[in-house]
């Protein structure tokens, strides 16, 4: 809910702090008194369109601050969030600044956001309803989804929504195999012949790494080999490695016996350094043993070569030739195939359509059967509001094959006709802004639980009402308020009567000019005010009998 909106300088009002509650909340106050700079102000909030007229005449700037109490897991949170807003979890608060120049800055939780994103966060928190023209009731791009959460059709939208994507991806795997078909049709020569340059060199993983290390190994053949000769002589010559072990152990061995043991360690390390320094000596006579043929040579850099060659005319490496050929081998199959995929292709894409269609027909039988529920029930709330004369049509039609999508194939549009033998129309077109705000009072009073918004704001929505009409709209709005917080506008006693919070807007006298004042009434300032509303300017005591009887019949 709105717990408090912060108004600086904004047309008649300087310095003004309010706080709100759940429940029905009614602002009153003379013509002319300032409730609508109210609304103006909320909706600098909210993203709505800023005007430099709004800047507080002799100010710099204008800035607004609402405060948001929401509950976990609201979608305007999780939406935040995925922009990256800090701070969620400690409440949500909307700022606008704007200047005397009509430039505007917009702010969430203190972090800049566009304009855009603040509209977008201010309408999924608030509906206002009356002044305004950017409701959700009156945007048809919204009255599908509010028919379809009437109607709880969400079982049939989630079949529709698989069966849709079963058809585009059905219908995607049969145009990637026809442009596949067309490409090797006219690449059919090329196809083949690269295939068989492929296949006819036979690439084997890892083959490249082990031809570039023997191509090194032989490139250095008789350096290697003349190192390795030379190391054997050290190792086997007169005088060299194993002959010098083999005579320090026997001469060791000769007289071990006399040293009472104390040669047995040296013993041990001599005996374990001939039989390593012997294996390095095998290891050694293996490895000398090399191809130094210039032709092997050859013939390892014309392969190595080859395939590098080969892998670069297919933007590939060469252990990636093989998945070359296999990609080739699949083209020029299916060119072979004679379109026998394409064909398997195109029955499924066909069962994937119908599926859809059959979902989609289910789907709209559900909105039919939908929309002539949220006729009857919105006709029962307009005769208490005097639109008896009204009727409200749930309008379905097809949408063009091009326009079917995962919520089905159906346009809605929520029409009216205000007088019997007028033709239906938009909600939108309504021309009276009482009307329009009465008619989607009663639609909202039908819709609240489809389409739970936590705050509502209603602009006059008693104009040129009184009686037992005020009186509907008052228990309308009451009701609405258990669900979810309302802010109301209002003239009528009737409706002002119902509120469980009431602030009354005035005009008083400052330095310089005048300045728009909003004072949350007490119990008896609640009723003094109602009484004014029915008496006019002097108040009397009929009228004050008058309104406890009214905040009597309102209940608590």
Same mark, same amino acid.
């Given at each position: 809910?709105?717990? !408090?909106?912060?108004?600086?300088?904004?047309?008649? @009002?300087?310095?003004?702090?309010?706080?709100?509650?759940?429940?029905?909340?009614?602002?009153?106050?003379?013509?002319?008194?300032?409730?609508?700079?109210?609304?103006?102000?909320?909706?600098?909030?909210?993203?709505?369109?800023?005007? $430099?007229?709004?800047?507080?005449?002799?100010?710099?700037?204008?800035?607004? !601050?609402?405060?948001?109490?929401?509950?976990?897991?609201?979608?305007?949170?999780?939406?935040?969030?995925?922009?990256? @807003?800090?701070?969620?979890?400690?409440?949500?608060?909307?700022?606008?600044?704007?200047?005397? =120049?009509?430039?505007?800055?917009?702010?969430?939780?203190?972090?800049?956001?566009?304009?855009?994103?603040?509209?977008?966060?201010?309408?999924?928190?608030?509906?206002?309803?009356?002044?305004?023209?950017?409701?959700?009731?009156?945007?048809?791009?919204?009255?599908?989804?509010?028919?379809?959460?009437?109607?709880?059709?969400?079982?049939?939208?989630?079949? !529709?929504?698989?069966?849709?994507?079963?058809?585009?991806?059905?219908?995607?795997?049969? @145009?990637?195999?026809?442009?596949?078909?067309?490409?090797?049709?006219?690449?059919?020569?090329?196809?083949?012949?690269?295939?068989?340059?492929?296949?006819?060199?036979?690439?084997?993983?890892?083959?490249?790494?082990?031809?570039?290390?023997?191509?090194?190994?032989?490139?250095?053949?008789?350096?290697?080999?003349?190192?390795?000769?030379?190391?054997?002589?050290?190792?086997?010559?007169?005088?060299?490695?194993?002959?010098?072990?083999?005579?320090?152990?026997?001469?060791?061995?000769?007289?071990?016996?006399?040293?009472?043991?104390?040669?047995? =360690?040296?013993?041990?390390?001599?005996?374990?350094?001939?039989?390593?320094?012997?294996?390095?000596?095998?290891?050694?006579?293996?490895?000398?043993?090399?191809?130094?043929?210039?032709?092997?040579?050859?013939?390892?850099?014309?392969?190595?070569?080859?395939?590098?060659?080969?892998?670069?005319?297919?933007?590939?490496?060469?252990?990636?030739?093989?998945?070359?050929?296999?990609?080739?081998?699949?083209?020029?199959?299916?060119?072979?195939?004679?379109?026998?995929?394409?064909?398997?292709?195109?029955?499924?894409?066909?069962?994937?359509?119908?599926?859809?269609?059959?979902?989609?027909?289910?789907?709209?039988?559900?909105?039919?059967?939908?929309?002539?529920?949220?006729?009857?029930?919105?006709?029962?709330?307009?005769?208490?509001?005097?639109?008896?004369?009204?009727?409200?049509?749930?309008?379905?039609?097809?949408?063009?094959?091009?326009?079917?999508?995962?919520?089905?194939?159906?346009?809605?549009?929520?029409?009216?006709? !205000?007088?019997?033998?007028?033709?239906?129309?938009?909600?939108?077109?309504?021309?009276?802004?009482?009307?329009?705000?009465?008619?989607?009072?009663?639609?909202?009073?039908?819709?609240?639980?489809?389409?739970?918004?936590? @705050?509502?704001?209603?602009?006059?929505?008693?104009?040129?009402?009184?009686?037992?009409?005020?009186?509907?709209?008052?228990?309308?709005?009451?009701?609405?308020?258990? =669900?979810?917080?309302?802010?109301?506008?209002?003239?009528?006693?009737?409706?002002?009567?119902?509120?469980?919070?009431?602030?009354?807007?005035?005009?008083?006298?400052?330095?310089?000019?005048?300045?728009?004042?909003?004072?949350?009434?007490?119990?008896?300032?609640?009723?003094?005010?109602? $009484?004014?509303?029915?008496?006019?300017?002097?108040?009397?005591?009929?009228?004050?009998?008058?309104?406890?009887?009214?905040?009597?019949?309102?209940?608590?």
């Amino acid at each position: 809910m709105l717990t !408090t909106l912060s108004i600086r300088d904004v047309v008649l @009002i300087g310095r003004l702090d309010l706080s709100f509650h759940a429940g029905l909340c009614v602002l009153t106050g003379e013509t002319g008194s300032g409730k609508s700079i109210l609304l103006d102000a909320l909706g600098l909030a909210l993203g709505m369109r800023a005007e $430099a007229r709004l800047v507080r005449h002799g100010a710099d700037q204008a800035s607004v !601050t609402a405060l948001f109490d929401l509950a976990a897991g609201h979608p305007v949170l999780e939406t935040l969030n995925e922009h990256g @807003i800090a701070g969620l979890e400690d409440g949500l608060m909307l700022r606008r600044v704007l200047g005397a =120049d009509g430039r505007s800055k917009a702010f969430i939780n203190d972090q800049p956001v566009s304009v855009q994103l603040l509209k977008e966060t201010g309408g999924g928190l608030v509906e206002v309803h009356g002044q305004f023209e950017n409701q959700r009731l009156l945007n048809e791009a919204a009255h599908r989804g509010l028919l379809d959460s009437f109607g709880d059709l969400s079982a049939g939208l989630k079949i !529709t929504g698989d069966a849709h994507k079963g058809w585009k991806d059905a219908a995607g795997a049969r @145009i990637r195999a026809e442009a596949d078909m067309e490409a090797a049709g006219r690449d059919g020569e090329f196809l083949r012949h690269a295939l068989d340059e492929i296949t006819a060199l036979d690439p084997k993983p890892g083959e490249e790494t082990g031809l570039a290390r023997q191509r090194t190994l032989m490139m250095h053949g008789e350096q290697l080999v003349a190192a390795m000769n030379t190391a054997a002589e050290e190792l086997r010559g007169d005088g060299g490695a194993l002959r010098s072990l083999e005579g320090a152990l026997r001469e060791l061995k000769r007289v071990a016996e006399k040293a009472g043991g104390r040669l047995a =360690d040296t013993l041990d390390a001599l005996a374990r350094a001939q039989s390593e320094t012997a294996e390095a000596d095998a290891l050694l006579e293996a490895a000398a043993v090399m191809d130094l043929d210039p032709r092997s040579l050859e013939q390892a850099e014309e392969r190595l070569f080859a395939l590098r060659a080969l892998a670069r005319k297919h933007s590939t490496e060469v252990d990636g030739l093989a998945e070359v050929a296999e990609d080739l081998a699949a083209k020029v199959q299916g060119l072979e195939d004679g379109g026998a995929r394409l064909a398997e292709l195109t029955k499924a894409e066909k069962q994937a359509r119908e599926t859809y269609e059959s979902a989609a027909a289910a789907l709209s039988q559900g909105r039919g059967k939908a929309a002539g529920e949220l006729d009857k029930a919105v006709a029962r709330e307009l005769k208490p509001l005097k639109l008896e004369k009204a009727k409200f049509t749930t309008a379905l039609d097809d949408l063009p094959e091009d326009a079917w999508g995962p919520d089905g194939r159906d346009k809605v549009v929520f029409q009216v006709t !205000t007088n019997p033998g007028a033709p239906a129309g938009p909600l939108a077109k309504i021309s009276s802004g009482g009307e329009l705000a009465r008619f989607t009072l009663a639609l909202k009073a039908v819709l609240a639980q489809a389409d739970p918004v936590p @705050i509502l704001v209603f602009d006059e929505v008693d104009s040129d009402v009184g009686g037992a009409v005020a009186a509907a709209v008052g228990e309308r709005l009451a009701g609405l308020a258990g =669900d979810a917080q309302v802010l109301v506008v209002t003239h009528s006693p009737q409706v002002a009567a119902r509120g469980m919070h009431h602030w009354l807007v005035s005009k008083s006298d400052a330095d310089p000019g005048v300045l728009t004042t909003v004072d949350a009434l007490s119990d008896e300032g609640r009723k003094e005010e109602i $009484a004014r509303m029915l008496a006019g300017a002097k108040i009397t005591d009929e009228a004050r009998a008058a309104a406890d009887s009214l905040l009597e019949g309102a209940g608590p």
